[in-house]
């Protein structure tokens, strides 16, 4: 799925959409990002040496997670997590770095969605995590 094909799924967009690609294979999604070193989150973190904070990483895998939603609309809905669990963060991600990621839903209790997933650069893994989000109806 290219960005437009993204965005059929997910909510997000500007600069919270944070995946460029992902597709679906054998359960799996699979996602990429290329940190281009001009990203919002950036800016402050840290001024000379940027490294995508952490909660970006978390961000992105939940973003990978919801292409295991097809055929599922979320279009009216609210995606939010509810949990993040066994986070660990192992190796930086920085501009220039290609973040690829692997994630997986591994129950499903509706409105509740439980996933793990990981995050690499160069094979070499960042993140690793497991979490929960639920998809809600938009309040006004």
């Known amino acids: 799925m290219n960005k437009e094909e993204i965005m059929k799924i997910l ?5 919270m959409l944070l995946i460029d690609e992902v597709e679906l294979i054998d359960g799996t999604a ?3 990002k290329k940190i281009l070193g001009d990203e919002w989150f950036l800016k402050g973190h840290f001024p000379g040496n940027p490294v995508v904070p952490g909660v970006i990483l978390c961000e992105i895998l939940a973003q990978t997670t919801c292409a295991c939603l097809p055929g599922q609309s979320t279009e009216g809905k609210l995606t939010l997590f ?4 066994k986070v660990k963060f192992r190796t930086p991600v920085v501009p220039g770095d290609v973040f690829e990621t692997e994630c997986v839903i591994t129950k499903i209790r509706e ?12 094979g070499k ?16």
């Open 11 to 15: 909510p997000h967009r500007d600069n």
């Open 111 to 122: 409105p509740f969605y439980f996933a793990k997933g990981k995050g690499y650069v160069s």
């Open 125 to 140: 893994l960042c993140v690793s995590a497991e979490y929960s989000f639920a998809i809600t109806d938009k309040k006004a």
């Open 82 to 85: 509810t949990g993040l669990d």
């Open 30 to 32: 699979r996602g990429k």
